[in-house]
Every structure is written in structure tokens, then in C-alpha cells.
């Protein structure tokens, strides 16, 4: 069974750090792998798609990689800033999403 | 604009009266499917549906009812909700075959008291 796991579940940075958020799949049977931002409140904004033959996407300040064999993906967030703050969640594709339960960021001024 | 809207966005009912959630997409898309979002949970699929008349049970379908008579509406149905289901729910559509981008609606507050 396909389990995804999110590290850390909560980030707080000061504004204009780089920063790494980390997810992690059991199962490398997958299509793609997206990742969403959802702002409280609000529905989930999708980010990045990237499909099991890639190996990143970028958009803006925002780089996601896709490590299939390892089962691991990494969402780059550059220059961070205090719209950033949201919690960032990673699903894998395969014959439905199955969603990682969240980061947590906090970009404080 | 495209776009998946929800409606209500926002319920509070009496356990056992039934409601219904709707979710309408406007690209055309065939898979629709609902989730819901609790606290250390994180999003789990509840049904889902391929295409016009075809619906399928996600993870987590007790007490819970679907239809698909239109490709672009896809209502989630509580028959007799219970303050379990208390939740956040949404709608997401894409196109097949899998693996294209989801894309979801702004949410549904469902409280159930």
C-alpha cells in the first residue's frame, strides 16, 4: 500500500532563505507526482506536475525533482517571502492521488 | 476561467438530514472524484468516477452516495450524515488516461452536529 510521508510537518523562516521541503513514497509504481499549496481556508493551488519520466519542473522561484527509484521528491523554494507561508502538500499519481499529510510554512518578515 | 466549483462552501446540519454537496467543472474533464481532509489524516479519496455513469468506492465510502448523469457534475450525497463525517471536503477533476494534472475546488466545511 502506497504511503507518503512529508518531513518536516512544520517550518518557520525568516524571509529570503532558500528552503527544501521533503517527500517520500513507498511505492514507485507511480504516473507523476504533484505538488499543491493550500492557504487556510482555501482550496489546494496546484504547483508543479511532474510526470514519472521526469525528473524536475521548474516555475519561478519554485524547482521540484522526482527521484523514482529512491521514492523521494524535493520542492526548492528560492528566496523565500512571507506570501510563501501556506502548507505544502505532495500526492503521487498512480490509480488515484494519494496525498502526503503536509508542511506547514511560516515566512516571517 | 477554469475552474471546479463547490457548493456549499460552508454546511452545519443535524445528524440523519440528508444533504447533498455539488461540484461542477468546466474543462471538459472525465475523472472526477471527492475527498476529505482531517487532522493528521490528511486527504482521502472517497469515490471517484471515470466518465459519465461510472462511479467507483475511493478509501473511505461508508455513508457516503455519488452520481455522475452529466460529464461536467459530479454531487456528493450524505443520506443520513453523522458528526464522524464532520469534515473538510473537495472536489478534484482531471483528464484521462491518469497522471494529468488535478485540479481541485475551494473546499466544503461540513459540520455535523
Known amino acids: 500500500k502506497q504511503e507518503v510521508t512529508q518531513i518536516p510537518a512544520a517550518l518557520s523562516v525568516p524571509e529570503g532563505e532558500n528552503l527544501v521541503l521533503n517527500c517520500s513514497f513507498t511505492?514507485?509504481?507511480?504516473?507523476?507526482l504533484q505538488w499543491f499549496r493550500q492557504d487556510p481556508g482555501k482550496g489546494l493551488t496546484s504547483l508543479l506536475l511532474?510526470?514519472?519520466?521526469?525528473r524536475e519542473q521548474t516555475s519561478g522561484r519554485l524547482n521540484a525533482s522526482l527521484d523514482k527509484s529512491s521514492g523521494r521528491s524535493t520542492l526548492y523554494i528560492a528566496a523565500s517571502q512571507p506570501g510563501d507561508s501556506a502548507t505544502y502538500l505532495c500526492?503521487?499519481?498512480?490509480?488515484?492521488?494519494?496525498f502526503g499529510t503536509g508542511t506547514r510554512l511560516q515566512v516571517f518578515p | 476561467e477554469a475552474q471546479v466549483t463547490q457548493n456549499p462552501r460552508y454546511l452545519i446540519t443535524v445528524t440523519g438530514k440528508k444533504l447533498t454537496v455539488t461540484c461542477s467543472q468546466n474543462?471538459?474533464?472525465?475523472?472526477m472524484s471527492w475527498y476529505r481532509q482531517d487532522p493528521g489524516l490528511g486527504l482521502r479519496q472517497i469515490y471517484y468516477?471515470?466518465?459519465?455513469?461510472?462511479?467507483d468506492k475511493g478509501d473511505v465510502p461508508e455513508g457516503y452516495k455519488v452520481s455522475r448523469k452529466e460529464k461536467r457534475n459530479f454531487p456528493l450525497i450524505l443520506e443520513s450524515p453523522s458528526p464522524n463525517q464532520t469534515s473538510l471536503y473537495f472536489c478534484?477533476?482531471?483528464?484521462?488516461?491518469?497522471?494529468?494534472?488535478?485540479?481541485f475546488g475551494q473546499g466544503t466545511r461540513l459540520t455535523v452536529v
Open positions: 478534484a477533476s482531471s483528464f484521462l488516461p491518469l497522471g494529468t494534472e488535478a485540479f
Open positions: 511505492d514507485s509504481a507511480i504516473y507523476n
Open positions: 511532474i510526470q514519472s519520466s521526469q
Open positions: 500526492a503521487v499519481g498512480a490509480d488515484k492521488l494519494i
Open positions: 474543462m471538459n474533464h472525465e475523472y
Open positions: 468516477s471515470m466518465n459519465v455513469e461510472v462511479t
